[in-house]
């Protein structure tokens, strides 16, 4: 079996069908900008928040240049071990894959560098982004996602507003729902109205971490906070059955279970 160091997958994914993951921090251990409480991958051993090309752009490209053309799957997805927006060459890779492929590109981020008018350059060339909101407070926040030092909830706030104001493509917040944040979901969904968000994925950790997830019921009651958008639910998604290139790599950068 042919190693990758770059791609994995495909996956199930409940908001993505069949997902193609790209990692564009490719490290052995996870380099993220937030250590949150409920991480199915595991503890951040590497915090940064500094964006830097951790692999050339070529490298990944001639990955994806190995996929079959006739390869089922729904999206390109950068995610993976850590926060792929760190990831300085994000925009040219997006760019680069859309010439080389037919599928849609989706970026999964923690939002929590989307107040940087260069990542949100970056984001403006996917077709789906997919932006985590926990909190509807700074205390909340620092409870739950454990962000790096300089990071603010207020800028994450207002970096949401600007980018769902320009961006012309599929846009969803997806909002981890816990014991620490349960009683904040109305308000989080208030936020939501007001950041301009017209589709929301909620989700609870069916993963092994360190939170155990709401209930069925606890969820029905959360969806109907959100009233009026789109929603999805991680109970209740429908999966595609998908066999995976390496199913010990994928678990590892994807986790068990539905993301």
């Known amino acids: 079996m042919k190693k990758f160091k ?3 997958g495909p996956v199930s994914s409940w908001r993505l069908g069949s997902s193609l993951g790209v990692d564009p921090l490719s490290h052995k251990d996870k380099i993220c900008t937030y250590d949150c409480s409920y991480c199915q991958i595991g503890e951040t051993l590497l915090f940064s928040s500094k964006r830097k090309i ?3 752009t070529r490298v990944i490209l001639k990955e994806i240049s190995t996929m079959p053309r006739n ?3 729904d999206y390109i997805t950068f995610s993976g071990n850590g926060e792929p927006t760190l990831a300085k060459n994000l925009g040219v890779m997006i760019k680069r894959i859309k010439k080389m492929r ?6 999964i981020t923690n939002a929590s560098l989307i107040d940087r008018s260069d990542v949100q350059e970056d984001l403006l060339q996917a077709d789906f982004v997919l932006l985590k909101f926990d ?8 409870d739950i996602n454990r962000p790096s030092p300089g990071i603010k909830f207020g800028n994450i706030v207002k970096g949401i507003k600007k980018f769902s104001a320009m961006y012309k493509g599929r846009l969803a917040l997806q909002v981890m729902l816990v014991k620490k944040n349960k009683a904040y979901a109305k308000e989080i969904a208030k936020m939501a ?3 301009g968000i017209k589709e929301v994925q909620l989700n609870t950790p069916l993963r092994e971490c360190a939170e155990k997830p709401l209930s069925k019921s606890d969820m029905n009651i959360i969806k109907k906070y959100f009233k009026g958008m789109k929603i999805d639910c991680v109970y209740g998604a429908k999966t595609k059955q998908v066999k995976p290139m390496d199913r010990s790599d994928a678990e590892r950068r994807h986790g068990r279970g539905k993301r």
């Open 102 to 107: 037919k599928e849609k590109i989706a970026v």
């Open 193 to 195: 109205v007001k950041l």
């Open 6 to 8: 770059y791609i994995y």
């Open 54 to 56: 951790f692999a050339p």
């Open 71 to 73: 390869l089922k799957i």
């Open 135 to 142: 909190a509807n407070a700074e205390d909340l926040f620092i």
